[in-house]
């Protein structure tokens, strides 16, 4: 029986597609100013943040509310060990960032991820809010006063270290869980847990895995962050809005896809910054955010990903992944 080509002209297109898109972004800040650079970095990062909760949230079908603690252990973990006392170089706090907000991941995911539907969503929320209530009293963390990093004025530095992480957090997803066994496991145990633990699935284990994933990718970009801005305090980094957006962009992006966390997080971006700029610091941008929430969920469950891609069962599985609350 002859073998199947391994590639065909579907992915030989997807490939030049994506490569033309890297490359666009690899040469985007040679033509814009330095305001617009920023935003395109604010962008790149979301799409990142968004592609980490949506491992929990769109390919585990838990929904998280707790992934703004990983933000900021990512953030303060740079913040620390960047200090004049220690003196660390920014890539090298990196790693401890990482390791430190798995280890959390695991102590928190273990007993919390044996819970369902709204408790686990509750059980996040609290562990965030606790986490961020522990910063404000700690003399390390500087309290509600925060803590400032040394000033790096590179914008163009930023730029390609998040389009970098981001792109590595997208092909990395894409390997791990549209082209593994560990992703057809983690589909496996959205889809009908009883019946891949009747399967030999260790479900438990594939959880925690897919939560200290999604809990890396988030203090990858939350170290990034505290660099890129040179102050933080507790609210900045460990607020609730922070996952409010996380889950946003992906209901808006395409639940459950690879590529539809990247198209909610940096539409959802520019759609903030331009109404900032438009209209100032203001909240109309959360009713118009709720509208558009609203229109993707009734005539687009699928998310915005399916106007490019098309897709059949996302209204299915965002009603059986909202259904668990």
Same mark, same amino acid.
């Given at each position: 029986?002859?073998?199947?080509?391994?590639?065909?002209?579907?992915?030989?297109?997807?490939?030049?597609?994506?490569?033309?898109?890297?490359?666009?972004?690899?040469?985007?800040?040679? $033509?814009?100013?330095?305001?617009?650079?920023?935003?395109?970095?604010?962008?790149?990062?979301?799409?990142?943040?968004?592609?980490?909760?949506?491992?929990?949230?769109?390919?585990?079908?838990?929904?998280?509310?707790?992934?703004?603690?990983? $933000?900021?252990?990512?953030?303060?973990?740079?913040?620390?060990?960047?200090?004049?006392?220690?003196?660390?170089?920014?890539?090298?706090?990196?790693?401890?960032?990482?390791?430190?907000?798995?280890?959390?991941?695991?102590?928190?995911?273990?007993?919390?991820?044996?819970?369902?539907?709204?408790?686990?969503?509750?059980?996040?929320?609290?562990?965030?809010?606790?986490?961020?209530?522990?910063?404000?009293?700690?003399?390390?963390?500087?309290?509600?006063?925060?803590?400032?990093?040394?000033?790096?004025? /590179?914008?163009?530095?930023?730029?390609?270290?998040?389009?970098?992480?981001?792109?590595?957090?997208?092909?990395?997803?894409?390997?791990?869980?549209?082209?593994?066994?560990?992703? $057809?496991?983690?589909?496996?145990?959205?889809?009908?847990?009883?019946?891949?633990?009747?399967?030999?699935?260790?479900? /438990?284990?594939?959880?925690?895995?897919?939560?200290?994933?999604?809990?890396?990718?988030?203090?990858? $970009?939350?170290?990034?962050?505290?660099?890129?801005?040179?102050?933080?305090?507790?609210?900045?980094?460990?607020?609730?809005?922070?996952?409010?957006?996380?889950?946003?962009?992906?209901?808006?992006?395409?639940?459950?896809?690879?590529?539809?966390?990247?198209?909610?997080?940096?539409?959802?971006?520019?759609?903030?910054?331009?109404?900032?700029?438009?209209?100032?610091?203001?909240?109309?941008?959360?009713?118009?955010?709720?509208?558009?929430?609203?229109?993707?969920?009734?005539?687009?469950? /699928?998310?915005?990903?399916?106007?490019?891609?098309?897709?059949?069962?996302?209204?299915?599985?965002?009603?059986?992944?909202?259904?668990?609350?």
């Amino acid at each position: 029986m002859a073998s199947k080509p391994v590639l065909t002209p579907k992915l030989i297109i997807r490939a030049l597609l994506i490569g033309a898109i890297v490359i666009a972004l690899a040469v985007l800040p040679a $033509f814009i100013d330095s305001y617009t650079l920023r935003i395109a970095t604010g962008a790149l990062m979301w799409a990142g943040l968004a592609c980490a909760w949506n491992i929990v949230g769109g390919y585990a079908g838990y929904i998280s509310f707790g992934h703004s603690a990983f $933000f900021g252990i990512g953030a303060y973990t740079t913040a620390i060990l960047m200090q004049s006392n220690i003196g660390a170089s920014f890539f090298v706090t990196l790693l401890p960032a990482i390791i430190l907000s798995i280890a959390v991941a695991v102590a928190i995911g273990g007993p919390t991820m044996r819970l369902r539907g709204a408790y686990f969503a509750i059980a996040t929320w609290a562990f965030a809010e606790m986490l961020m209530q522990l910063v404000t009293v700690l003399d390390f963390t500087g309290g509600t006063a925060g803590l400032s990093l040394p000033a790096y004025l /590179n914008e163009f530095f930023f730029y390609y270290i998040m389009l970098i992480a981001s792109a590595a957090s997208f092909i990395g997803v894409w390997l791990l869980i549209e082209r593994s066994r560990f992703g $057809f496991r983690i589909k496996a145990l959205r889809d009908d847990e009883p019946a891949a633990e009747s399967l030999g699935i260790r479900t /438990n284990l594939v959880k925690v895995q897919s939560f200290a994933l999604s809990a890396a990718i988030t203090a990858l $970009f939350g170290s990034i962050y505290a660099y890129w801005t040179t102050y933080i305090d507790p609210y900045s980094v460990m607020g609730p809005e922070i996952t409010d957006q996380m889950v946003v962009m992906v209901l808006l992006g395409g639940l459950g896809t690879v590529w539809g966390p990247a198209l909610g997080g940096v539409l959802l971006w520019i759609t903030n910054r331009y109404i900032w700029s438009t209209f100032g610091d203001t909240v109309i941008y959360l009713p118009i955010l709720g509208v558009i929430i609203a229109l993707v969920v009734l005539f687009l469950p /699928n998310g915005l990903i399916s106007l490019i891609v098309g897709r059949q069962r996302g209204k299915e599985l965002i009603s059986r992944i909202l259904g668990k609350l």
